[in-house]
């Protein structure tokens, strides 16, 4: 059986032929990861596949992007917040990139519940905060509206749903159960319970 441990050292492998080999200076923060990404992955599943371990996660990881996309992110951000200069950070947020095809800041806070469906090509750009049961689909970006805007920041409520190739840019809020439908431009505010489409979106519902 295959550590988690393991798993991330063959992961910095496929992408570097050098990288800062410390990775016991990680291994306190993995069982947390696990245990975030098993409720991530059991929500997204709605309880069917009833995972409990690392030993029944690795398979949804290994053949998942998304997953894997998600155990990453989960495990960047508690290195994150408890570590932030650990040099091996910024090769893990690569290798997350390079394998997945998603692009995750970890200092974004994302609730649990987080739901990556297809997943590539998505971009959560740096100091979000999304709340806990969010669904993002494939080629959406979370970012800036004006280049270089580090006060522009996006705040996302809880059970909120972005479909395929949205763009959310700027200054915005979304509330609670708000959906964002399927190749639109978000460039404001959405209520709780509002779905917005468009380009640029407007309420439609």
């Not at 492998?13 to 992955?41: G, R, V, W």
């Not at 929500?43 to 997953?67: F, S």
């Not at 950070?89 to 739901?115: C, D, Q, V």
């Amino acid at each position: 059986m295959h550590t988690a441990l393991d798993y991330i050292r063959f992961c910095l492998k496929t992408c570097y032929i050098d990288y800062p080999n410390q990775l016991d200076s990680i291994s306190s923060y993995l069982s947390p990861a696990i245990e975030q990404t098993l409720f991530d992955t059991n929500a997204k599943y709605q309880g069917k596949l009833k995972l409990r371990d690392w030993k029944d996660l690795l398979p949804l990881v290994q053949t998942e992007p998304t997953i894997e996309a998600v155990f990453f992110y989960r495990l960047e951000r508690l290195i994150f917040l408890n570590s932030p200069d650990e040099p091996l950070l910024p090769y893990l947020a690569s290798t997350m990139r390079r394998r997945t095809g998603s692009e995750i800041y970890y200092s974004t806070e994302i609730g649990k519940g987080f739901n990556i469906q297809h997943g590539f090509g998505i971009v959560i750009g740096p100091r979000f905060k999304i709340g806990d049961n969010f669904v993002i689909h494939q080629g959406v970006t979370l970012g800036q509206k004006n280049t270089n805007s580090p006060n522009e920041t996006i705040k996302i409520g809880n059970n909120v749903t972005i479909f395929a190739n949205a763009s959310i840019l700027g200054n915005i809020e979304i509330g609670d159960n708000a959906k964002v439908g399927a190749n639109s431009v978000l460039l404001k505010s959405v209520e709780s319970n509002a779905v917005y489409a468009g380009i640029p979106a407007k309420r439609v519902s």
